[in-house]
Each structure stands twice: as C-alpha cells, then as structure tokens.
C-alpha cells in the first residue's frame, strides 16, 4: 500500500517582536545591535494536504483559492529555482522543493491541498504555512529525521529563494497552535515554549485597508545597521532595548495567566511602534484605518489591547477579548461597523494529566504456575521504605505521587476478586497487631483504591484492544498509559511518570518514554528514531516506529546521533501519554480489523498518529524493572531500591 500523509500546518500570529527578527541579522556588521525576540503563535487556521510519494513535485487543488492551476515539474533543481524566482504561490513550494533536492537523496511528491481557510495577505504569513508544509511532507515522506527546527530551518530557506524577503519569525507556524519565545541572534534562532496558565482569547481580523509591505520594510532598513539620524536610532531602539524588555514581561503575564497585563502590553507595544518606529516610514505605517479600530470605546469595552499585526500598517489588526462571550460579541461588532471578518484564537493551557491507565488483563503465562495462585501484578517487591508490597501498589504510589487524581485498571471480568480484595478493609482484629505506622499505610491503600475503576477486556485480542477499553474513561483528556509489570526507579525527586507528564505539558503531543538497548538487543523490541528536539537530548522527535527489526537494517536506518555517546537505539519502555487521537487511531483498526500478527497493536495506533500529528520520544532520569519473566522478577527483587 502506497504511503498517504494527512498534514495542517497552521498560519502564524507574531503577538509581540514583529520586525525583531530581520533587524538582527544586521548583527553580523554591527555587535552592539542588540538581539531580536518575539512572541508568535500559530493560529487555528492553516492549510491541510495530503501527500503521496511521485517521481515529479506536484501541487495541486480544487479549491478556489488556486483558479483551477496546479504546479507540476521534475525533480531538477534548476527548473525549481527558475519557478521560486517567478515569484506567486507557486514560488514558495518550488523554492522549497529546489532547496530539498539540493541537499538531501528524495524523489517527489504530490501535494493535494485539500482546504486552505487561512486569509491571504493578512499578516498571519500563508507562504510560510506553505513552505512548512512542503518541508514537513519531505521530511516524513523519506524519513530525513528532521525535528521541528530542522523544519522550519528548510522552509526559511527555500523561501529565501523567492522573491519574498521574510523574517524568521515566519516559520514558527512549525510548532503548531501554541505559543513560543523566539531569540534572533544574527543567523541563529533560538525557540522557547510559553506555558499557558489561563485561557486566552484572540480575534485576528483583515482592516480593509492598503499598505506597501515592501516599502514599510525598506524604509526601516535604511536604519540599520548603523543608525544616524535620531529616527534611526529610535528604530533600532524600539526593536532592541524597549522590545527585549517588552517581552521579558509579556513572558511572565502570559505564564501567570495575567491576561488584563498581556492586553495593556500590547496597547503598550503599538504606543512604543507608533512613536518609535512609524516616523522612518510615515505614510505607510500612519494606519488611518488601524487607529481608527484601536479609538473605538466600543470595542475597549470588549478587549483587554489590541495592536497591528506583522509589518504593521493597515494591513490587520488583533484583539485580547476580555473572555469568550465579549469575543462573539467583538466579532459580530467589527463585523457590522468596519464590514470586517473576525477570526478566532484561543490559547489554552495544556490539559493536566490526571489520569492514568494500567493494563493487567494478561494471563502470566511465562510467570506459571505462580500465577494461578496471583496475578502477576501482586507478585511482591521490597520497597525503597523496606515494605513488601505488589508490583500494582508500587506503580499506584508513584502515580499518586505524580498527581494522578483516576486509574483504570483493564482486567478480565473474573479477576476484579483479587483486587477488590487487596483494596478492601482489613478486620479490626488484623488492625490491631499493626503498627502505628502501618495503621496509616493501611489508610492509604483505602484511599489509593477510592481512585480505581475497572475496564473489561473480554476478549484478548492485542495490547490496542486492551487499552481502547479504556476510552470512556479517557473522554477528550490526555491519560498516561503504565504497563503493569514494570516498575520505575527515578534518579531524582520528581517520579518517571512526573517527568514524562511535564515533557508532555512542554510539547502537546503524544508521548512514549525510551531506553536505550544494545545493538544486539533490537530484535526483540519496537525500536524508534528520529531527531533531539532539545540540547538536554531527552526529547526526540519520533520520525520512523519499527517492531522488532533486523539488526542490519536497525544499524542502517534507526541509530539515533548523541553528542557525547555515539550512536544509540531506542526501546518504548512502559510508559506513554495517549492523546485522543490515538483512541480514534485504535478505533479504526478495529473496526477494519487492522492487526498485526492477528492482534490490534497499539504501535499501529501510534504510528499513524505519528504520521498525521506527530509523536514525541522521552528519555526520563532513571530505571525501569521488569517483573514479566522469571529472570528479570530475579534481577528486579535483587536490585531495585538499592
């Protein structure tokens, strides 16, 4: 079956900074200029496309937007640049594919792009959703083990190609809808994710009006790189000292959830670009129809700020509702007074991870005969505080520890016995020969299984199955998914289970936690690779998934570069955090009875989600036990806690 990717990669929203980013580059010539940051979200319109493999680049769609055009030519470099040169939409995907074929062995690519709601020419940078877009569908289409900056760095580039001049602000549409704190220093760039504490609400809208967006951006070059005139140094002031300052604080209200402050800054960062930055080029960036917008009382009433977007002029304008309601009401305001179409943002937290998964309805069997007297999951292990407890109390601690509020354990109907009874009170006369201090532990297995539900698996058909029993209990909330014969030493204070759960805060995205193997290990493990996404080398962008492989073909395709350890591979080892999406993934295979060696895999799941929204891997700081065979419960009761 041929490979079919389904991508979106949304439009961006610079929030603060604009401008920031191409002014630093000018620090090659000129040390004392100071670096760029901004503040820029992708938004919750975008382009969505499906990609399959060819030996020619095509774009193509019904859609209006493209009047019936398509774009179709050789993998030859030359003829790509000399598209990218023309100039039109076109442009940016041929720049991107030139600059592709230049560097790395691929074939092409038909690019279907199935809906573009993203406004055109509005300062949300569609030709950079574009670019992304094309360099996302190269990169998983042939495996280049690119992570996000990777990403975002070839789009950059080939739309260098073109004659559009961006920023690099442009491609933070990479990281998707969230947003992120961006450092411009000459040519490098540096991304940093922004915690959400409280909701936030946009509204994005096109002003009607005219501007020159190539003549705002030559005037403002003329002050750099080094500054003559007084208006000159206000510009290269405005976009330095006072924007760097201006965005250490929006940081801060924004992850205080201090949405009133976020909203004065921004009436703070237009004030400051007016009187700073507008005077080097007068007629375009006067906005006429801007500061019309911005003097409305009507709309104060509904807003927190409000300032121009992108190069600014009357190009586009955004808007910090007060909440949701004063957002519809702002939308269907600007609507009937300006004939303006409002779109919206939300910005919100990343969802806690509150519950957690443990499938257990296993049958034992390479721990037989013992487990016909007790589960596995019962089978007892000495504790770092010298208690002989379960494996399953073991992994309920810690999660209580990593603030797991619900746990549902997956069993098979006739073994709910053996757990109600460990969760049960103990007789008054077994009370009394406790301790003091095991009285209070005996509370707390009370109150650890207060938090248990049961999901049935009734038929075993594969881990997938196990866990979709599981997604009601899920609902439309991240849950962290434990295997129930393993057991997690952490190296410091937060747990393995915290760690992951705060990785996942970080990112969004679906997660699986690894370990390394041995080369000569692999064939018994579902190996994954892929690229770092961060300098710690704990976060990896997953980029290929395979079941047990050869060891040839794990040497060829599937190490994984280290800064300082040469070349690894990497296991999933026992735990994940499943995204909805997964639960929709294993839904299908379900219904078509998509299996793999006769059983719904959960590895099948992931990997299409891989494919369509992305999977993150993540070494945590410490140990995994495994308690599932003979020699590794020995290897366990020996060594773990000591």
């Not at 490979?3 to 979106?8: A, C, G, P, V």
């Not at 967006?213 to 007084?230: G, Q, R």
């Not at 507008?278 to 917008?293: C, N």
Request: proline residues 3%.
């Amino acid at each position: 079956m041929d490979k079919k990717l389904k991508l979106f990669v949304p439009g961006r929203l610079c929030l603060f900074g604009e401008h920031s980013d191409w002014a630093s580059l000018h620090r090659v010539m000129n040390a004392s200029i100071i670096p760029g940051h901004a503040i820029v979200t992708g938004v919750e319109q975008g382009i969505y496309a499906t990609v399959t493999m060819s030996d020619k680049f095509i774009v193509e769609s019904e859609i209006p937007s493209f009047k019936n055009e398509s774009f179709e030519c050789e993998m030859d470099s030359k003829k790509l640049r000399e598209t990218a040169q023309e100039g039109g939409f076109f442009s940016y995907v041929a720049g991107v594919a030139s600059y592709v074929n230049d560097h790395y062995r691929v074939k092409g690519l038909r690019i279907h792009v199935d809906e573009m709601n993203l406004p055109i020419k509005s300062g949300l940078s569609s030709s950079a959703a574009i670019c992304v877009l094309v360099a996302r569908a190269f990169n998983e289409m042939y495996n280049l083990q690119l992570n996000t900056m990777g990403e975002m760095n070839i789009a950059f580039y080939g739309e260098q190609r073109t004659p559009s001049r961006c920023g690099r602000l442009d491609q933070a549409c990479a990281f998707g809808v969230m947003p992120v704190n961006m450092t411009f220093d000459g040519n490098e760039v540096f991304v940093d994710k922004i915690k959400v504490k409280r909701p936030l609400y946009w509204v994005f809208s096109e002003l009607n009006g005219s501007k020159d967006t190539v003549k705002i951006l030559s005037d403002l070059n003329k002050c750099y790189p080094f500054a003559e005139t007084e208006i000159e140094k206000n510009v290269q002031r405005a976009l330095g000292t006072e924007n760097e300052k201006l965005i250490e604080r929006a940081v801060k209200a924004i992850e205080a959830g201090d949405c009133e402050s976020v909203g004065a800054l921004m009436t703070e960062a237009q004030k400051m670009f007016d009187t700073l930055v507008a005077p080097a080029s007068p007629k375009e960036l006067a906005s006429p129809e801007l500061h019309r917008v911005l003097a409305d009382e009507k709309i104060k009433e509904y807003t927190y700020g409000a300032k121009g977007v992108g190069s600014q002029g009357d190009g586009s304008v955004q808007f910090l509702a007060k909440d949701e309601n004063s957002r519809e009401q702002l939308i269907e305001y600007i609507k009937e007074k300006y004939n303006m179409e409002g779109f919206r943002l939300t910005l919100k937290p990343e969802k806690k991870v509150r519950k957690a998964i443990i499938p257990v309805a296993g049958f034992g069997t390479r721990l037989y005969p013992e487990t016909r007297a007790i589960k596995k999951e019962f089978f007892p292990v000495i504790d770092r505080d010298g208690y002989v407890k379960p494996v399953i109390m073991n992994l309920l601690e810690q999660l209580e520890e990593s603030g797991i509020e619900e746990v549902c354990l997956v069993i098979g109907e006739e073994e709910q016995a053996q757990y109600d009874a460990f969760f049960s009170p103990l007789s008054q006369e077994h009370i009394s020969k406790l301790s003091e201090e095991k009285r209070a532990y005996e509370e707390k297995i009370l109150e650890i299984g207060k938090k248990i539900t049961y999901a049935y698996q009734k038929e075993r058909k594969g881990f997938g199955h196990a866990v979709y029993q599981c997604r009601e209990f899920a609902g439309n909330e991240p849950v962290l998914l434990l295997l129930g014969d393993m057991i997690y030493e952490s190296f410091e204070e937060r747990t393995c289970s915290l760690q992951l759960i705060e990785a996942y805060e970080e990112c969004g995205k679906t997660m699986i936690s690894m370990q390394d193997v041995p080369l000569e290990s692999v064939s018994h493990y579902g190996i994954m690779c892929g690229k770092w996404e961060n300098s710690n080398e704990n976060l990896l962008k997953i980029t290929q998934m395979v079941e047990k492989p050869d060891i040839n073909y794990a040497k060829d395709c599937l190490k994984v570069r280290t800064k300082s350890d040469g070349d690894k591979y990497y296991c999933a080892y026992g735990q994940y955090i499943l995204t909805p999406e997964v639960f929709e993934a294993l839904e299908y295979n379900i219904k078509n009875n998509i299996t793999t060696k006769g059983e719904i895999q959960l590895t099948d799941a992931l990997d299409s989600v891989r494919e369509t929204s992305g999977i993150m891997g993540f070494v945590f700081n410490g140990k995994v036990y495994d308690v599932g065979t003979p020699d590794m419960y020995r290897e366990t009761i020996a060594n773990y806690g000591r």
